[in-house]
C-alpha cells in the first residue's frame, strides 16, 4: 500500500503508522497462520498454520505484485492494522517461526489477538482526533492506554486476553463518537439536506442502487454494502465501521470525514481517481483511473 498519508495521531508515543502493516519487518504471518478457503478471493485452500505456497524463504510474497490476477484477491484487501510486525519484533522480539519451530503455534494463536487489539487501536485514535467527541477523550485516552498495555504483554499472557470484553467496551466508546460527530456535523450543516433515509445497524443493502444519494451523517455500521452501486454517494461524517464494501462501486463518492474507515475497507471496493478518501488512507493500486 501506498504511504501518501497523514500519519500523525494520538496514540501514546507513537502515530499510526504503527497501526499500518509493514511487511517488511514481519515474518509472513498472515501467510501462515489464517486459513483460506478455495473461492473468489483465493485459488486455493490453505489450512491454519500452513505457509502458503508463494511465500518466500525471506518472507515476502512470491507472487505479490499479480494476486488479484492469479486468484489471490483476498490477499489484496487483508490488513493486520500492524499486528505482524508487533508480534514479530516485540513480542517474539525477532526470532522467526522457522528459527524457533517450537514457539510456532503459539506464535499463530498470538497474531489474531494481537490483529484484533490493533484494529481497536485504529478505531481508538480516530475517534481521539475528532474534536467532537471532546467531552469523552478522557475516556477514549483511558481505552487506548490500556489497550496498548495488552498488545506489550509475552505470549502467554496474550492468549489469555479476553478481546471480546475489551472490544464491547471500545464499542461503546466509538458509538458515543460517533452519535457525538455526527450529531455535532447536523448542527454545522447548512443548506438542505437531501431526501435521507434511515438504516439500522446490518442493514442489508447488498446489490442496491444509491447513486448519487445523500448519506452524510449517516448510521450504516456494520451494513452489507456488497456490490452496492454508491457511484457518486455522498458518504461524509457518515460512520461506517464495519461496511463490508465487497465489490461495492464507490466511484465519484466522497467519504471525506467519514468514521472508523478502514484501508480494507476501500481494497474490497471499486474506486477511481474521482473518489475522494479521509487523508489516513490510501487509494488501492487497482481501482480505475477517472472515467474508466
Known amino acids: 500500500m501506498g504511504q501518501n498519508r497523514d500519519n500523525k495521531g494520538p496514540l501514546s508515543g507513537s502515530s499510526r503508522l504503527d497501526l499500518q502493516a509493514d511487511c517488511e519487518n514481519c515474518f509472513g504471518l498472515c501467510c501462515v497462520a489464517l486459513p483460506f478457503a478455495a473461492s473468489v478471493d483465493f485459488a486455493i485452500d490453505k489450512a491454519g498454520g500452513q505457509p502458503c505456497h508463494n511465500l518466500q ?3 515476502r510474497c512470491g507472487v505479490h505484485t499479480k494476486l488479484r490476477q492469479i486468484g489471490f484477491r483476498g490477499c489484496t484487501v487483508y490488513d ?21 519451530p517450537g514457539s510456532a503455534k503459539q506464535m499463530y494463536e498470538v497474531f489474531p489477538i494481537m490483529w484484533q487489539l490493533h484494529e481497536l487501536l485504529w478505531y ?15 475516556e477514549l485516552s483511558q481505552a487506548l492506554a490500556k489497550t496498548e498495555q495488552y498488545t506489550q504483554l ?33 448542527r454545522q450543516h447548512k443548506g438542505p439536506l437531501g431526501r435521507q433515509k434511515s438504516y439500522g445497524r446490518g442493514a442489508d443493502l447488498i446489490g442496491v442502487r444509491l447513486k448519487g444519494a445523500d ?3 449517516a448510521n450504516l455500521r456494520g451494513a452489507y454494502l456488497i456490490a452496492a452501486d454508491l457511484r457518486g454517494a455522498d458518504m461524509r461524517v457518515a460512520d461506517l465501521i464495519g ?3 465487497r465489490d461495492a ?24 481517481a474521482d473518489t475522494k478518501l479521509p487523508p489516513s488512507l490510501a487509494r488501492p493500486p487497482h481501482w480505475s483511473s477517472k472515467g474508466q
Open 124 to 138: 481508538l485514535s480516530e475517534a481521539l482526533a475528532r474534536e467532537a467527541a471532546c467531552q469523552i477523550h478522557d
Open 80 to 100: 493486520c492494522f500492524g499486528a505482524g510486525q508487533k508480534v514479530s519484533q516485540v513480542t517474539y522480539e525477532g526470532q522467526d517461526w522457522r528459527q524457533a
Open 249 to 272: 462501486d464507490i466511484r465519484g463518492a466522497d467519504l471525506t470525514g467519514s468514521l472508523f474507515l478502514t484501508q480494507a475497507q476501500l481494497n474490497a471496493a471499486k474506486g477511481d
Open 154 to 186: 509475552p505470549p502467554a499472557s496474550l492468549l489469555k486476553v479476553d478481546v471480546a470484553a475489551i472490544g464491547q467496551k471500545v464499542n461503546a466508546l466509538l458509538l458515543r463518537t460517533s452519535e457525538l460527530v455526527r450529531d455535532e456535523a447536523r
Open 243 to 245: 461496511v463490508d464494501f
Open 215 to 217: 448519506l452524510r451523517y
Open 57 to 59: 524463504d525471506d518472507f
